[in-house]
């Protein structure tokens, strides 16, 4: 409240209120002092006029003189504040009275005093009249105490409390009086003030306007002079100061408008330096692609042809001649793929998934995909995932697996004796999130600090001698950087020279609560495991995953002890149900090895062989268990333990040899379907070859089949619609999910990313060859192809600025060197073109944008398998263009039908 008053009112305040004060203080007191004086004064003159009327009342009262008492009484009550008197008997009957009645209670009597009692209004007084009272003049007055009678006197407060009131009157005029004084005073010292104050404010007032003239003139005093100077120079220092202000104005709006129009001409400059910049890196990602395409193809030549030469009768060092030059060839497609992303990755253009996935069947896929050249090294792969770690997290897991095959690749490449070991671990976890570190640990020939500084920048590598024995760009790591700098992450490295080396990367990843993405975790219903394994980290992987399938786990360190132990349990009615044996671990062995099993398959303990893919997994053929490709795979391990409790053969000798894969292959395409189902059948596996979806779908429902091949764009149900419908199919009868390849002739990137999410396991691109085709019937079945001593090339589409209408080498190659096959595959495409060329047509004129691409499809799917490389150029360039709706597509178009009109004109179609 005191903030809202203004200068007036607070000196009116500060001056009045405690004037104010103090007098109600002082006045209350004096009055309520001069009414006690007052009181104190009737009391006394009440006991003086008792004590004076008792002698002269003595003598009437002794000799019953009433007469007289009464005239004395009335004289008494003519005294002031005398209200009543009356005399009584020494037995306190009445006398004489004189005066109204009292009103106040007769106090307590003294015989020998005087006493009294107050009211409100009077004061009672009663004193005894003595013997004494009759000789005043007499010595022994002082000692007569008898009791002639009794005097009462009230005497009435009424005149002293007028009195009172009279004063505290006056006192109140007296102050009242002061304090107008004292405020008109206030009222004229507060003008001074307040005066001067509003002539500032109102100057200030026009000051803010912005009327930098106004002065003040002098105020009646000395500081409100010395204020008024302060302001009139303040005023004048702005008014000077804006003047300048707006010179400096001025000249700035002339300088910006200057600096606009040259910001103008170097806005132009620089948007046209961007369209530059733009069509550079259009250019250079072109290039890029163009060139990467132009070293493909003769390379792809390259190794078709040195694969062609291996299959024939050479001498062994021309086979040592051949194997360099597929090696390299190798390599130089590898350091061309590294070269691409990393490009990709400096141009921004890389976008990371965000979708679920399995952690366990990311690494083991990276692991498995590099086992065979570890085992040609003798090196042991160890995969250690700790129980407290999530398994089911959303991210990338493409660009994860590419960073972990990186880093096992490089393992790999530099160690040549011991064991590579990948850890996983959770190091923070929350409801939603997960901390992770996955490590990879070699004991290779380190790397020391210099090396380490250097080691994840592009083009650099730990040793350019000229001796060094890997070879790579040196952009590997570097792009596991990135990749995993741009998931939010770390990568990183410890080592030592001579004690290897161990790299770590740490993601935090958010968890995935979808049942889907664990698909293939359902623990076995129990039993005992015997595991004979000498490596200890290798054991303990396995004791790992055999512990979470819900099996009981016991180690030994022989085969002799092993088989001991088993047929000790099998006597005691309490049998091991199960045997692994890591075969490599058994060479001293290997003759008594088959007895050895039979023997065990006898005691109801079934077997599994641990193999390496490489060099002893043909050799394994003959031995009476089940084969199980190293390093372990969980879901192989679970597939292959839930095949032997559910098998049940009354003859041991049919359980002794795997059997041949079955394999079922989905193609609308005639000659693809044609060349898939030769290329399996060559190399052993039981294949069966259709050509829809829907009777796909109905061979899986009443048929076992351990994987199929799928084409994706096929008429009816489609890939994708044909794997929805199994994927549902085996949920409502609890069947164990289908390995699903996708097999398609031209996918993006962004496509081979739908494919994963839409419930297919894996893809692979057209043309494919038996090198492919073995390796993913391996990784999805664990079942071994008999393959030929070399496979053949993976081609890919032949460069734009190839003229060739056919090519009859070409073909030939993508045949797998079958000429009959060849000139079979060529037949159907050419008895289809017409009909093909036709659909186009219709669809093209009718703008059925999604029917297009699916005839321009499925005639790309019927080239890459046929030497007709100007219309499998022009099919790709068609379909890309179409899928990514691009402005050339109708051109592309165009060029499409002129390929299809030339190769018509070469072989004679009616098209």
């Known amino acids: 409240m005191l903030n809202d008053l203004g200068i007036k009112g607070r000196v009116l305040m500060l001056t009045l209120l405690p004037s104010t004060l103090l007098a109600l203080v002082l006045g209350v007191y004096f009055t309520r002092a001069q009414l006690l004086d007052m009181r104190d004064q009737l009391h006394v003159r009440g006991e003086l006029i008792a004590r004076q009327l008792a002698p002269l009342v003595a003598p009437a009262l002794d000799r019953s003189q009433d007469r007289r008492l009464q005239r004395i009484l009335n004289d008494v009550l003519n005294q002031p504040d005398v209200r009543t008197i009356i005399l009584l008997n020494p037995d306190r009957t009445l006398r004489a009275h004189s005066g109204p009645n009292m009103l106040t209670p007769s106090p307590h009597s003294d015989p020998l005093d005087l006493t009294q009692a107050s009211g409100t209004d009077t004061t009672r007084i009663l004193m005894p009249v003595l013997g004494r009272h009759l000789h005043l003049a007499d010595d022994r007055n002082g000692i007569d105490t008898r009791l002639i009678g009794w005097l009462e006197l009230e005497m009435s407060h009424e005149g002293t409390l007028l009195r009172g009131y009279r004063r505290l009157f006056t006192s109140l005029m007296l102050v009242g009086a002061s304090l107008l004084i004292t405020g008109l005073l206030a009222i004229r010292m507060s003008r001074t003030i307040t005066l001067p104050l509003l002539r500032i404010k109102l100057a200030v007032a026009q000051l803010k306007e912005g009327h930098l003239e106004t002065r003040l003139p002098p105020l009646g005093s000395h500081e409100m002079d010395e204020l008024a100077s302060g302001i009139n120079s303040m005023a004048e220092a702005l008014f000077s100061g804006r003047e300048e202000l707006q010179q400096s104005i001025d000249q700035a709006t002339e300088d910006v408008r200057q600096n606009l129009e040259t910001i103008e001409i170097q806005n132009i400059e620089l948007d046209l330096a961007r369209k530059e910049a733009l069509e550079a890196s259009r250019i250079k990602s072109e290039f890029l692609a163009n060139i990467s395409h132009e070293i493909r193809t003769p390379l792809n030549s390259i190794?078709?042809?040195?694969?062609?030469?291996?299959?024939s009768e050479l001498v062994p060092r021309q086979q040592d001649y051949l194997a360099t030059i597929e090696k390299s060839a190798d390599n130089l497609l590898d350091i061309i793929n590294e070269i691409l992303d990393f490009s990709k990755i400096e141009a921004g253009k890389l976008v990371l998934e965000n979708i679920p996935f399995n952690l366990r069947d990311v690494i083991e896929d990276a692991m498995t995909m590099l086992a065979p050249t570890a085992h040609t090294k003798q090196l042991e792969l160890i995969c250690l995932i700790y129980r407290d770690t999530p398994l089911q997290l959303i991210g990338d897991p493409l660009r994860l697996k590419q960073v972990l095959t990186n880093l096992i690749s490089n393992a790999v490449k530099f160690t040549s004796q011991g064991d590579i070991v990948v850890r996983a671990m959770v190091e923070e976890e929350s409801n939603q999130h997960a901390q992770l570190r996955i490590s990879v640990q070699d004991t290779g020939i380190g790397l020391d600090e210099q090396e380490i500084r250097m080691?994840?920048?592009?083009?650099?590598?730990?040793?350019?001698?000229?001796?060094?024995?890997?070879?790579?760009?040196?952009?590997?790591?570097?792009?596991s950087k990135r990749l995993i700098e741009q998931m939010g992450g770390e990568i990183g490295v410890s080592s030592s020279p001579g004690e290897g080396s161990t790299f770590w990367i740490c993601l935090n990843l958010d968890k995935a609560y979808d049942d889907a993405v664990d698909h293939h975790r359902s623990p076995l219903p129990g039993g005992r495991v015997a595991l004979l394994e000498p490596n200890l980290l290798t054991r303990q992987?396995?004791?790992?995953?055999?512990?979470?399938?819900?099996?009981?786990?016991?180690?030994?360190?022989?085969?002799?002890?092993?088989?001991?132990?088993?047929?000790?349990?099998?006597?005691?009615?309490?049998?091991?149900?199960?045997a692994l044996l890591d075969f490599a671990r058994q060479q001293e062995c290997l003759t008594d090895l088959p007895q050895y099993l039979k023997q065990l398959e006898a005691f109801g303990c079934k077997v599994l062989l641990l193999c390496e893919q490489a060099p002893h997994q043909k050799s394994l053929l003959d031995y009476p268990a089940r084969l199980l490709a190293k390093p372990v795979c969980t879901r192989k391990l679970q597939e292959e333990l839930t095949n032997l409790v559910g098998r049940h053969l009354p003859a041991l000798e049919k359980l002794i040899i795997p059997h041949a894969p079955r394999i079922l292959c989905v193609d609308d395409n005639a000659a693809n379907l044609l060349?898939?189902?030769?290329?399996?059948?060559?190399?052993?596996?039981?294949?069966?070859?259709?050509?829809?979806?829907?009777?796909?779908?109905?061979?899986?429902?009443?048929?076992?089949?351990?994987?199929?091949?799928?084409?994706?764009?096929?008429?009816?149900?489609?890939?994708?619609?044909?794997?929805?419908a199994i994927r549902q199919w085996e949920n409502e009868h609890?069947?164990?999910?289908?390995?699903?390849?996708?097999?398609?002739?031209?996918?993006?990137?962004?496509?081979?990313?739908?494919?994963?999410?839409d419930g297919l396991d894996d893809y692979m691109t057209k043309p494919i060859n038996e090198r492919q085709l073995a390796q993913v019937v391996l990784k999805w079945t664990g079942l071994s192809l008999q393959q030929k001593d070399s496979s053949q090339p993976e081609q890919q589409a032949l460069s734009d600025n190839s003229h060739s209408v056919l090519d009859?080498?070409?073909?030939?190659r993508l045949a797998a060197g079958k000429a009959d096959l060849a000139k079979d595959m060529l037949g159907m495409l050419l008895a289809s073109l017409p009909a093909d060329r036709q659909a186009i047509r219709q669809a093209r004129a009718a703008g059925n944008h999604q029917t297009l691409i699916d005839h321009v499809h499925r005639l790309h799917g019927a080239t890459r398998y046929c030497g007709v490389p100007q219309l499998r150029t022009a099919c790709q360039r068609s379909e890309t263009l179409l899928k990514q709706d691009h402005i050339d597509a109708q051109l592309a178009l165009d060029e499409l039908d002129t390929a299809i009109a030339r190769l018509a004109r070469e072989t004679g179609v009616d098209a």
């Open 675 to 724: 060349l898939v189902e030769t290329l399996l059948s060559d190399m052993g596996a039981e294949v069966e070859a259709i050509d829809n979806g829907m009777d796909a779908f109905e061979a899986v429902k009443h048929k076992t089949f351990d994987l199929v091949f799928m084409d994706m764009q096929m008429p009816g149900m489609d890939g994708r619609q044909t794997t929805e």
């Open 808 to 812: 009859a080498e070409e073909g030939l």
């Open 303 to 311: 190794l078709g042809f040195t694969r062609l030469l291996q299959k």
């Open 541 to 578: 992987a396995l004791q790992h995953q055999l512990e979470d399938l819900n099996l009981q786990v016991m180690h030994f360190e022989t085969l002799e002890i092993l088989y001991e132990a088993v047929s000790t349990a099998h006597q005691a009615n309490s049998p091991i149900d199960f």
């Open 455 to 479: 080691l994840f920048q592009a083009f650099t590598q730990t040793d350019n001698s000229l001796s060094r024995q890997p070879g790579g760009t040196g952009l590997g790591l570097v792009i």
């Open 734 to 757: 609890n069947n164990l999910p289908l390995p699903i390849v996708a097999l398609t002739a031209h996918a993006l990137a962004s496509e081979k990313r739908l494919l994963l999410q």
